[in-house]
């Protein structure tokens, strides 16, 4: 659609940049992910609801060979859809750090964190940049479902130590018993517009925002290396604007939770939680 139709006709159209941090993550994930992004991207440029659109990845392994596989996957990325990604290398300064320095290079009017191992389904990315020409939300969320089928429902309204536990690093006999309470915490996976009377967290699996918000809030906070730097996130967030929860904003997800991560990932796990918690102590017994 050209610039004088959409003028014409009315269309909102927006720039955007996608934001993909790495490390040792399978290639053949990532690559499915960033097609699914690609796909994405035609029909929102065919459709006029964006005028330009990028993916960029941050290398955060520090190993070469990796780095040149990303290389050959951006490659063949280009064959298939006429567009690569743009990869950076960086130190490995964590998960929020990394996707801090990807908006800070970026120049788009939105910002998308996306995890490696998400797949976008049709009109996802569609539904959520319509979603935010109301210009009083800063932020949208999608509906997380597993790669098996079925909500994973990620985002919380009650994220306390027990909640946390029952979902996340308890033995599997002692999860089912807290499963009630677990379910219980989750947000319904229905359209919803959440602002600063509510006190919510969601995952940084995949968010939507307007990147001048973004960094007018400081991005993540890089004190989190790993884990609940997206929680964090969401309430400060919500302590300045409204967050919008969009179920047709919809990603496939392949993660685990930290119970099937490495002893490093549980570590890291446990040392956030304890940071979170300390600087919200409010919502420890919640």
Same mark, same amino acid.
């Given at each position: 659609m050209?610039?004088?139709k ?30 699914? #992004? ?6 929102a ?35 298939? $859809? ?45 539904a959520?940049?319509?979603? *935010?020409?109301?210009g009083? #939300? ?13 909500d994973? /429902? ?7 130590? *027990?909640?946390?536990?029952?979902r996340? #690093? ?24 959440? !602002? ?24 993540? !906070?890089?004190?989190? $290396? ?23 904003? /919809? ?22 939680? *304890? ?8 919502? #420890?017994?919640?």
């Amino acid at each position: 659609m050209s610039e004088a139709k959409r003028q014409k006709v009315g269309v909102s159209v927006s720039s955007l940049a996608v934001g993909v941090v790495c490390h040792d993550t399978d290639i053949a994930v990532i690559e499915a992910c960033v097609a699914s #992004i690609y796909s994405e991207f035609k029909g929102a440029l065919e459709r006029g609801t964006l005028h330009s659109a990028e993916v960029l990845i941050l290398d955060n392994s520090g190993n070469a060979q990796y780095a040149r596989r990303l290389r050959e996957m951006s490659a063949k990325l280009n064959a298939r $859809f006429g567009r690569k990604p743009e990869i950076r290398d960086s130190k490995n300064n964590g998960f929020g750090a990394g996707h801090n320095e990807l908006a800070g290079l970026a120049s788009a009017e939105f910002y998308l964190i996306a995890n490696p191992d998400l797949k976008f389904e049709a009109g996802s990315i569609g539904a959520a940049l319509r979603a *935010l020409s109301d210009g009083s #939300i800063a932020a949208v969320m999608p509906a997380v479902v597993a790669e098996s089928g079925g909500d994973q /429902r990620l985002h919380f309204k009650k994220f306390g130590l *027990l909640t946390i536990a029952a979902r996340s #690093i308890l033995s599997t006999p002692l999860k089912m018993l807290g499963s009630r309470r677990v379910e219980r915490a989750r947000l319904p996976m229905t359209r919803q517009i959440y !602002d600063r009377r509510t006190s919510v967290v969601f995952s940084g699996c995949c968010m939507l925002y307007r990147r001048g918000d973004f960094l007018t809030l400081g991005g993540f !906070d890089e004190k989190f $290396f790993l884990y609940f730097e997206d929680y964090d996130l969401s309430l400060r967030t919500l302590a300045n604007a409204n967050v919008l929860l969009e179920p047709e904003f /919809r990603v496939s997800h392949a993660g685990g939770n930290a119970s099937k991560k490495s002893i490093f990932h549980i570590n890291r796990f446990v040392w956030s939680a *304890l940071r979170f918690f300390r600087r919200y102590p409010k919502y #420890i017994f919640t």
